[in-house]
């Protein structure tokens, strides 16, 4: 499968690795001006594999005008970390609604909920993720975005979408001359993404997408969409069916965050465990915002 592919005149979609199972998209507006969206994992191979894409299309690092992050994930941000000093662009990305909790945060939330023996390998695996977070959080930024700008891609427009539920600050960019969303990590071909930090955000993103226009979504993870409603619904229904299965695991009495996880992990403690416990631990928010649940520090009971 070829790491390059025009997708229509003058944008260029790059497929690039990152170190965890899956490629990331990179997709490049080559126009009178040169656009990145995104700048792929900052893991030598994968941008060893960006800068050959580029040289494919004709572009240097230096030829860049401008990088429009759709968030702030390490698979998204590398070129700004590791050829910063070949860069000299502008970067636009969105206001951060607020500071997005860590994994260790989660994790320490929910302290009395694990077993003493793992709670220290778990916290100490999820504290090298504050590394990730330290990067991003200190990017530079030259130009924020909100919803409703545009921004000149050579003369073309995009039109900013702020579409928070995966991150709180994650923006989508839609083309209302093709009807084509840029939609990051927003809406992929089977489901919801594996990270939402607010649920409820992230359907009310659902729900704004469902009113565009949207002919195509070009997405960062998987294939290209001429079905986003298609798409909009196996994600509800994905959560939906999540919240279903913690209600049914809570019928037969109080259980804990780490228990309702190690039960979807099919009682496997694996690297699998961690993102079940912020899975679980995010449908729990929602389900207490909903009344369904009631919380402890020891765990979570049905209304």
């Given at each position: 499968?070829?790491n390059?592919?025009e997708?229509?005149?003058?944008?260029?979609?790059?497929?690039?690795?990152?170190?965890?199972?899956?490629?990331?998209?990179v997709y490049?507006i080559?126009?009178?001006?040169?656009?990145?969206?995104?700048?792929?994992?900052?893991?030598s191979?994968?941008?060893?594999?960006?800068?050959?894409?580029?040289?494919?299309?004709g572009?240097?690092?230096?030829d860049?005008?401008?990088i429009?992050?759709?968030?702030?994930?390490?698979?998204?941000i590398?070129?700004?970390?590791?050829?910063?000093?070949e860069?000299?662009?502008?970067?636009?990305?969105?206001?951060?609604?607020?500071?997005e909790?860590?994994?260790y945060?989660?994790?320490?939330?929910?302290?009395?909920?694990?077993?003493?023996q793992?709670?220290?390998?778990?916290?100490?695996?999820?504290?090298?993720?504050?590394?990730d977070?330290?990067?991003a959080?200190?990017?530079?930024?030259t130009q924020?975005?909100?919803?409703?700008?545009?921004?000149?891609?050579?003369?073309e427009?995009?039109?900013?979408l702020e579409?928070?539920?995966?991150?709180?600050?994650?923006?989508?960019?839609?083309?209302?001359?093709?009807?084509?969303?840029?939609?990051?990590?927003?809406?992929?071909?089977n489901?919801?993404?594996?990270?939402?930090?607010?649920?409820q955000?992230?359907?009310?993103?659902?729900?704004t997408?469902?009113?565009?226009?949207?002919?195509?979504?070009?997405?960062?993870?998987?294939?290209?969409?001429?079905?986003?409603?298609?798409?909009?619904?196996?994600?509800?229904?994905?959560?939906?069916?999540?919240?279903?299965?913690?209600i049914?695991?809570?019928?037969?009495?109080?259980?804990?965050?780490?228990?309702l996880?190690?039960?979807f992990?099919?009682?496997?403690?694996?690297?699998?465990?961690?993102?079940?416990?912020q899975?679980?631990?995010?449908?729990l928010?929602r389900l207490?915002?909903?009344?369904?649940?009631?919380?402890?520090?020891?765990?979570?009971?049905l209304?």
């Amino acid at each position: 499968m070829r790491n390059v592919e025009e997708v229509k005149q003058g944008v260029f979609r790059i497929r690039v690795p990152q170190p965890v199972p899956g490629d990331v998209f990179v997709y490049v507006i080559k126009k009178e001006k040169v656009t990145l969206i995104d700048a792929g994992h900052p893991s030598s191979d994968s941008q060893a594999s960006l800068i050959t894409a580029l040289k494919e299309i004709g572009i240097k690092l230096a030829d860049v005008d401008q990088i429009i992050l759709t968030h702030r994930d390490m698979d998204h941000i590398g070129a700004l970390l590791t050829h910063a000093n070949e860069l000299h662009c502008q970067v636009f990305a969105g206001y951060p609604a607020k500071k997005e909790p860590t994994l260790y945060e989660q994790l320490e939330g929910i302290r009395p909920q694990l077993p003493d023996q793992f709670t220290e390998e778990l916290l100490t695996k999820a504290s090298m993720d504050e590394i990730d977070f330290a990067q991003a959080e200190h990017l530079s930024i030259t130009q924020h975005v909100k919803h409703g700008d545009v921004i000149d891609v050579g003369g073309e427009y995009l039109e900013v979408l702020e579409t928070p539920g995966h991150s709180f600050d994650h923006i989508s960019l839609y083309d209302p001359g093709s009807n084509v969303l840029y939609g990051g990590d927003v809406l992929i071909e089977n489901g919801p993404p594996t990270k939402i930090i607010d649920l409820q955000q992230y359907l009310l993103t659902l729900d704004t997408l469902r009113q565009k226009n949207i002919k195509e979504v070009f997405p960062s993870h998987g294939p290209i969409m001429d079905h986003h409603l298609d798409a909009i619904e196996q994600a509800i229904a994905t959560i939906v069916d999540i919240d279903q299965k913690i209600i049914t695991c809570l019928k037969d009495g109080s259980k804990s965050c780490y228990d309702l996880a190690l039960q979807f992990n099919n009682g496997n403690v694996d690297e699998n465990l961690l993102f079940y416990i912020q899975l679980i631990s995010n449908h729990l928010n929602r389900l207490q915002d909903k009344d369904i649940i009631i919380k402890t520090d020891r765990g979570v009971s049905l209304q």
